[in-house]
């Protein structure tokens, strides 16, 4: 049990008062508590507790018209400008579609949630913000200047919780939720046989759930054939050739509640300190390179032929961020994005002759 004392509601709210500039994470790790209760405490004062009840937040976005979709992780901030339409609901998986806003939700994992208000000079910025249960952020919904403010309050209001209480019961960390097996005594025989057999990318977690590894040490595993290491710069690099060569590419970042995807091309690459950051129209990436620990293509089988795929990983095995080059169901893979996947820097195989 975690015995530390924590700050009072409205110590956290004078300490937001004289940090007007500190992001909301950074200044919630400050003060040792969550992001959620750092939101919390402002309940009453330009926060609204709301029920996270994922499909009706999800059928009411759409009428709210264009905004802003942001999942992030420790080390990865992907941001959306679009319209959430083309809505599947579900109790264990729901979706959105769109051609902007493309997203996997896990709704159960969601289990905080607040409209928040803050006053920046004469504007207001109004936000939706989901946490998990240990107060980590899982997904946040930012209003636009082309947003419909009445549909966003409607939303709100249907949503709105009894409990405005400006405090939130956060559990310990929670557990990894990925699978971490004994490689010593994987079987690699197994595993490069159920690898080979695979014809749809979605099967490859089941796979891994099967023979009880995480998706790093079947990489680390599976044989160059499949999987190789790259150099950690080969990021930067497919940043620039792909940007230079137009080449439309997919970008999934994700958390245990939410994985958002980009598909399309990138344009404007801004390096900043440890961040390389793509601000594009529509599409705002923000990744620390510093937190990059090995970054994987990987290969898998589908019925339309093999996909590559880009794998990065953090320092406890975490992944990051994946990239694929833009595809759709039955089409091949991009022979520009082979290409370049292919021909990315490698680090020498320590078994290659």
Partial sequence: MDQRVKSAPHEIRRARTDNPKTRERDLAAHLGISEAELVAAHCGDGVVRIEPRVNDLLTGLEAVGEVMALTRNESAVHEKIGVYDKVVTGTHNAMVLGENIDLRIFPKVRAHGFAVEKRDGDEIRRSLQFFDAAGEAVHKVHLRPASSLYAYQKLVAALESSNQEPTVDISGPLPDDEIHGDEAAANLDDLRDRWSRLTDVHQFFGMLKTLKLSRRQAVRLVGQDYAWQLDNEA???MFHHAAEG?????????NRGCIQIHSGPIKSIK??????NVLDETFHLHLRTDHIHEVWAVRKPTKDGHVTSLEVYDADGKMIIQFFGKRHEGESERD????LAENLPRIPSPTAA
């Fill in 235 to 237: 990021v930067r690099a």
């Fill in 336 to 339: 520009d994005w082979r290409f």
């Fill in 271 to 276: 390096p900043m300190g440890p961040w390389i």
């Fill in 246 to 254: 137009e080449m439309p590419i997919m970008c999934f970042v994700g």
